[in-house]
């Protein structure tokens, strides 16, 4: 992992209780959480844009992968 992109998995990992849930399933992130986890990882409010980018990211990926894993059931 690039160090760059550490204050993203921080984001990401601290988020993990903050997915929004329905009859589907998980739909994404709640972002109403973000301002208190960005700033428990002192992330600068210059920075905050790109690690925003980066999180939607991996939440699609993760996204992406339990769908995959629902369409093999």
């Known amino acids: 992992m690039l160090q760059e992109n550490l204050p993203v998995v921080q984001v990401f990992i ?5 997915w929004r849930s329905g009859m589907a399933g998980p739909s994404g992130l709640d972002y109403a959480a973000l301002p208190a986890v960005f700033d428990l990882h002192s992330i600068r409010k210059k920075r905050r844009a790109d690690v925003f ?8 990926e993760t996204l992406g992968i339990w769908a995959d894993r629902r ?3």
């Open 53 to 60: 980018a980066g999180l939607r990211v991996m939440e699609c």
């Open 14 to 18: 601290s988020m993990q209780t903050q």
């Open 71 to 73: 369409e093999r059931r």
